[in-house]
């Protein structure tokens, strides 16, 4: 019977005539239903049969295996009379080729062996068993029936060598797959076994022996052979060679292309990005037919993305029928590298079904044209397939949260990481030490960094970079030594890094010495940033003659990078005509930018050529010529918002000059204290300002430095549209750079005569460990300001000096975890910027954190709480002034005696409140709650902080007592907000010792032992 419908016409017969099929006949049919998928009418055909043979049980067996329905299968394998090889070897396919059946595979294998010998083990039994072993990638099993096949055959060209070549190759053990493949004559490997093995040195990145092994007894090669190598070079880097051996197929060995061709060499056209050949493979295709193909269309596709040709890419795509996800895939990858985003989203939307590449693909062009909220959007959506993501998808997700600067995300997507167990790679922790650097979280990169047991080159100049970048000085050097040690090589990016560090911190004979290693001893070619940051490091030190040097020894023609730098460093040394000749230079360059002519106006402004500067403005507006805009974005609670200079938003942005002890000594100085000021400014006009402000105030100028390359500290506050502050951003290196251990050295005595030394935590650590230790000396206290979270940390060095300390809430928990080493307090939860907790629920959890403070020595705490008030907390209150050794330092001529007298009418001493403290135990905890009092009008927030410590601050140095002091402080700070400053311009006595004496009347203990 050869068709079916002789098939049907045989058994219509039979069933109308009541006739019995012959067994050879109804084997035939049974076979010709099952080849028709026709299983129903076999096991029909089969249950009428009187009589069976072997191979009657067989063809049902294996129509039941081919229609997947492997229990029945089973059944009949057991109900068989009579069994051989075939029986076997049937369901055993069954077992082998669905998942989930591989036990049942090996019972069966395991009972052939104690068969009769017709039903005993054969060549194909063994190929199936190796196939298995090489799906599960089971060497040891794979080894067993390797050591088999030897044993019951001398030949072991008998059996197909290439299901051993490829099951080694699979499982990981190349040696023994070539092992294989040498072991026989080369005349008895067949073309499958040669392939398989050509295939699996392709895959292993053997490409050398691959070609030793193609090219031996060439004329076994077939297009399958051809096609392999092919597609091997084509993945593996080896694009020319790739495409040479397309050439070479057709052209000497008289073979023809096939979509399997034609496929892999447009992988290697479109990885040379090579025209001109993939328009010739387009047209063979297109006049073969084959353009069809889905690979070879979406490959024509991706060549055309590839070279920046979209318009025929889009053609081609269009031909496609139905959905091409490869196609719609490279229009994606070429939309996002032309920035064409809406038209890669729009195909992206298009995707019913989604692959790890088109999300890797979409992700990285908005990665790349750094739209970063679509790609933690898409982050989001794609962890809803909950499917593992793949390294790259990854790796765009941690850039974008570098870019943004964003370490909540970049926490919750390493969390993310470790929750559904990626394996780290090389990349992938590289990435995360670079995102936690970039988003200034320093020790989390660290730490990172020390637990990686693979280092590498990349991963050291990662944290190098890192370091760099927050202006550690010693951290940079020692890791390059150690990367030395370890026998890794500095890159250019190694040496970008050092030379930066070099720049910010003013090292020149450290960055000259980097500089002159990278081209003398590691032959590396300095780049247009290299020079860059050298000229910048030779005008921040004021040596601008090697800058002019560095200008002329650069061997390519300068930049608009190298020429601004040079720019800059002639403004930094007042020489405005060479300024003049660069930044003419760059306006060639760049064109007539905004940016240009604004510098320009600059430098002759400096100069004092008005005239000159006005002609420079006018010719810009006459031009129409408009700065850049620029772009921000500030991370105010769980959102990010983005705006320009351009925006209406209804905020308000206001920058103010910066410094919280230069607003703690105003305050002071406004309530009649004469504090002397160690700062640091610059000669530009914020510094003039400053400078004005503290004279007219009647302050010393004595400590105040001041240099050229300073940049005077100043503070950017973003409001909402209520007038509530929604972000600031504080530039504040002048203070934390200049103020170095020496220049505080100067003021030696100045420190140990005073009676309060007032540090703020924007010092470097250096100098408040100097400073600490000099008032130490002259049994100074030292009141510590945390001026932020991230600062407030740097306590954890200077600890057993400090007597006072004022922290908000937020601050109190990170110098806890400073100070004790261990991560176990916790921040309080606040509803839109609120504390929702009752007052005692809220000391309560604060007071570990106070607890552990004052137990390191701290011995008085003042805890602000916003429009809560305050905690003032201590051990040991009582008589604080003799513990602390202030009283013998006051000078009241210095102080105005009408802030003492104003304040004392109001705020009778409390005797209460001594008799209470005085029954408790001297080593215990004490809180005492001071209320704030809500303002008429608030106008501005930022500065209250700084006037509760210069209120407390004055008041105590004019011989009032703490908590009086501290009743000023609030009520100062409530004076601070009703104004449009940082500082009042004045402050009314009657008005401030009136809110003094509210507040002080409704303080009260929240805790004390007696409490408990």
């Known amino acids: 019977m050869r068709s079916l419908v002789d098939g049907l016409k045989s058994y219509a017969h039979a069933v109308k005539t009541g006739l019995t099929l012959p067994i050879l006949t109804a084997n035939q049919l049974i076979h010709l239903y099952s080849k028709h998928g026709l299983i129903r009418e076999a096991l029909n055909v089969f249950e009428e049969m009187p009589e069976r043979n072997v191979f009657t049980w067989n063809t049902i067996i294996n129509a039941q295996v081919k229609a997947k329905n492997i229990g029945c299968a089973r059944k009949l394998f057991d109900a068989a009379p009579q069994r051989d090889s075939v029986t076997y070897n049937s369901l055993l396919s069954g077992y082998v080729n669905h998942s989930g059946y591989e036990n049942e595979a090996v019972e069966v294998f395991v009972a052939m062996q104690y068969e009769s010998d017709k039903a005993r083990i054969d060549g194909f039994s063994l190929t199936l068993m190796l196939g298995l072993t090489a799906k599960l990638g089971a060497l040891s099993y794979g080894k067993q029936l390797h050591s088999y096949m030897f044993k019951t055959c001398n030949d072991i060209s008998l059996f197909s060598v290439s299901s051993l070549i490829d099951m080694y190759s699979k499982c990981g053990s190349f040696q023994d797959a070539c092992a294989v493949f040498s072991a026989c004559d080369s005349q008895a490997v067949d073309l499958v076994s040669k392939n398989a093995l050509v295939a699996a040195c392709l895959r292993e990145g053997q490409l050398e022996m691959a070609h030793k092994i193609f090219w031996r007894n060439p004329g076994l090669n077939d297009a399958i052979s051809w096609n392999t190598m092919i597609s091997g070079y084509a993945h593996n880097g080896y694009e020319k060679e790739a495409i040479q051996l397309f050439k070479l197929m057709a052209e000497e060995e008289g073979l023809s292309w096939n979509e399997h061709s034609y496929s892999s060499v447009l992988i290697a056209c479109a990885s040379l990005k090579d025209l001109k050949l993939g328009k010739e493979i387009h047209a063979w295709v297109t006049k073969k037919g084959a353009v069809s193909n889905p690979f070879i269309s979406s490959g024509i596709v991706d060549v055309y993305c590839r070279c920046g040709n979209l318009k025929y890419a889009e053609s081609v795509h269009k031909t496609i029928e139905g959905q091409n996800p490869f196609s719609i895939t490279s229009l994606v990858v070429g939309y996002s590298a032309d920035g064409n985003m809406l038209a890669a989203r729009h195909l992206f939307d298009s995707l019913a079904e989604k692959n790890p590449v088109v999300w890797t693909a979409i992700m990285s062009g908005y990665m790349k044209s750094q739209q970063c909220d679509e790609v933690f959007h898409l982050f989001k959506e794609f962890m809803k397939n909950d499917v593992a993501p793949d390294a790259l998808i990854l790796l765009n997700v941690l850039g974008a949260c570098a870019v943004r600067a964003s370490l909540s995300h970049g926490k919750g997507t390493h969390a993310y990481l470790l929750r559904i167990g990626i394996v780290m790679d090389e990349k992938l922790t590289n990435s995360l030490v670079d995102m936690y650097s970039k988003c ?509 410590v210069g209120g407390t601050l004055a008041s105590f140095c004019a011989g009032l007592d703490f908590m009086q002091s501290l009743a000023v402080g609030i009520a100062a700070a409530k004076a601070a907000v009703e104004v449009d400053s940082n500082v009042p311009a004045e402050y009314s006595l009657s008005k401030l010792a009136d809110d003094a004496g509210i507040i002080y009347a409704g303080a009260r203990p929240i805790f004390c032992p007696s409490m408990l």
């Not at 008005?610 to 006018?618: I, L, T, V, Y």
């Open 440 to 948: 200034g979280s320093v020790s989390y990169a660290e730490n990172i960094f020390q637990q990686c047991e693979r280092k590498d080159s990349v991963l050291y100049s990662t944290m190098i970079g890192g370091y760099a970048h927050h202006g550690y000085e010693n951290e940079p050097l020692l890791l390059f030594r150690e990367m030395k040690v370890r026998g890794f090589q500095p890159d250019a990016v190694t040496f970008l890094a050092i030379l930066s560090m070099c720049r910010h911190r003013g090292l020149i004979k450290t960055g000259e010495e980097f500089f002159n290693s990278m081209i003398e001893e590691y032959n590396i070619s300095p780049d247009i940033d290299h020079y860059s940051c050298m000229i910048d490091l030779y005008g921040r030190g004021n040596q601008l003659e090697k800058a002019v040097g560095i200008m002329g020894a650069i061997p390519f023609e300068p930049d608009a990078v190298v020429l601004g730098a040079f720019v800059n460093a002639c403004k930094m040394n007042r020489n405005t005509e060479l300024a003049k000749t660069a930044e003419e230079a760059l306006l060639r360059i760049e064109g007539e930018t905004g940016a240009r002519y604004v510098q320009l106006a600059s430098i002759y402004a400096s100069e004092g050529k008005w005239s000159e500067m006005g002609r420079m403005m006018k010719l810009m507006r006459g031009k129409e010529v408009r700065k850049l805009v620029g772009c921000s974005w500030v991370h105010v609670g769980s959102q990010v918002h983005t705006f320009t200079s351009a925006d209406s938003l209804g905020m308000q942005i206001i920058y103010t000059l910066g410094g919280v002890a230069r607003n703690i000594a105003e305050c002071m100085s406004k309530l009649g204290a004469k504090p002397n000021l160690i700062s640091a400014v610059g000669f530009d006009m914020a510094g003039n300002l400053l400078l004005e402000h503290w004279k007219s105030a009647g302050l010393s100028m004595e400590g105040i430095r001041r240099h050229h390359i300073i940049e005077t500290a100043t503070v950017c506050h973003i409001y909402d549209s209520k007038g509530e502050v929604a972000a600031g951003v504080a530039n504040v290196e002048a203070v934390e750079k200049f103020l170095t251990t020496t220049w505080i050295h100067n003021f030696k005595y100045n420190i140990l005569s005073a009676p309060v030394l007032l540090l703020d935590a924007n010092l470097n650590p250096s100098v408040l460990q100097a400073s600490c230790r000099i008032a130490a000396e002259g049994n100074t206290p030292v009141w510590f300001e945390p001026v932020s979270v991230l600062k407030s940390r740097r306590i954890a060095s200077i600890v057993n000096y400090i007597t006072f300390a004022s922290p908000n809430e937020d601050e109190l928990i990170a110098m806890g975890i400073a100070v004790s080493g261990a991560d176990v307090f916790h921040p309080i939860e606040k509803s839109n910027g609120c504390l929702k907790l009752s007052l005692e629920a809220m000391f309560q959890r604060l007071k570990p954190a106070i607890s552990v403070l004052l137990d390191k020595g701290v011995k008085v705490l003042i805890v602000t709480i916003g429009s809560n008030g305050a905690f003032l907390c201590f051990q040991e209150m009582v008589n604080i002034k003799k513990h602390v050794g202030f009283r013998g330092k006051t000078h009241p001529l210095s102080f105005r005696k009408e802030l003492f007298e104003a304040v004392t009418s109001k705020c009778p001493q409390n005797h209460a409140f001594n008799s209470f403290f005085k029954r408790e135990s001297k080593s215990d905890l004490f809180a005492v709650h001071f209320p704030a009092l809500s303002s008429t009008s608030v106008a501005r927030l930022t500065g209250a902080g700084d006037c509760l």
